[in-house]
């Protein structure tokens, strides 16, 4: 019964290659966030989707591109993947907009070498 | 650049003791300001959430705002072993222009450690 869940848990590729990280929630939520936390533990917003529909982008790489096919899922996908792109990206959801308490998945943690 | 500050720490509390963590915030329009809690190789939990409105106390935790001087503060009472984590401080922004949405941003956190 996990609320909000991501795969993979672990990715590791090679520079150049494309990767997907899928996350779906069960929560009835309407809202669906993409985080990256970095090396430092600082953690920044790159999406967010509400309904289907994208509200929030945050000054991402253009490689960065999220898809919703439906309310309980946002996906993330990612071209041409640089060592840079090494981080933890983790999927949220809420019931509303960002005044509203959001709930993360477990982490996707993505190692580029 | 709206902006969300915590002393990154570390923070040391006797087991027993009121750990006190403290968040500072630029952005006076912001009215949701939230604590997660983040175990080492975990993900953020919500522990708590107050709205502009007051403080809040649940169980061991109370969360205190102070819109004046613009942060919050997050108390934990009898601190335990198991408290031992980094806290992170979420609070809503609106942009600085037109451009932009709301969003959630969050301080860089602060280690708190409990000594058994």
């Known amino acids: 019964d996990t609320a909000v869940s991501q795969t993979p848990k672990y990715l590791v590729t090679q520079m150049g290659n494309d990767k997907s990280i899928k996350c779906e929630q069960n929560l009835g939520h309407d809202t669906m966030y993409w985080y990256k936390q970095d090396s430092k533990k600082f953690l920044k917003i790159m999406f967010s989707y509400n309904n289907k529909e994208l509200i929030i982008n945050e000054t991402v790489p253009n490689r960065f591109s999220p898809k919703s096919p439906d309310k309980a899922h946002l996906n993330l996908h990612i071209n041409s993947l640089e060592l840079g792109d090494s981080a933890v990206y983790f999927c949220a959801s809420s019931t509303g907009d960002t005044s509203y308490e959001q709930y993360f998945g477990p982490g996707t943690r993505l190692t580029v070498t | 650049q709206k902006e969300v500050e915590q002393n990154s720490g570390p923070l040391s509390v006797p087991e027993g003791a009121i750990a006190s963590l403290n968040c500072t915030y630029s952005?006076?329009?912001?009215?949701?300001f939230f604590w997660y809690r983040q175990y080492s190789g975990k993900s953020p939990e919500l522990i708590m959430f107050i709205y502009s409105n007051g403080d809040k106390e649940d169980g061991r935790f109370t969360a205190q705002l102070n819109k004046a001087s613009q942060y919050v503060s997050l108390l934990i009472r009898d601190s335990q072993p198991s408290d031992s984590a980094t806290y992170l401080c979420a609070v809503n922004t609106y942009p600085l222009s037109n451009f932009g949405n709301e969003k959630l941003t969050f301080g860089t956190g602060t280690r708190l450690t409990i000594i058994p």
């Open positions: 952005d006076r329009g912001s009215q949701s």
